[in-house]
């Protein structure tokens, strides 16, 4: 972060996390995305591989 007019703000790295729970990892990761989906910012960017690890290991 940085301070910047009187103002923190971002400076790089994740700025907003958001977390969700459910019966699987699959599932979770799937809500998640979801809650993501419903926030609104322009230019904003998410990463959508989280998860595919797990959820690998999970199928087996």
């Given amino acids: 972060t940085k301070a910047e007019a009187n103002r923190i703000l971002a400076n790089g790295g994740r700025v907003l996390n958001v977390c969700a729970r459910g019966k699987s990892v699959r599932d979770a990761q799937q809500r998640a995305y ?15 591989d989280i998860g595919w690890r797990a959820i690998s290991r999970a199928s087996r």
């Fill in 34 to 48: 979801a809650a993501v989906d419903k926030i609104k910012w322009p230019d904003g960017f998410c990463r959508r």
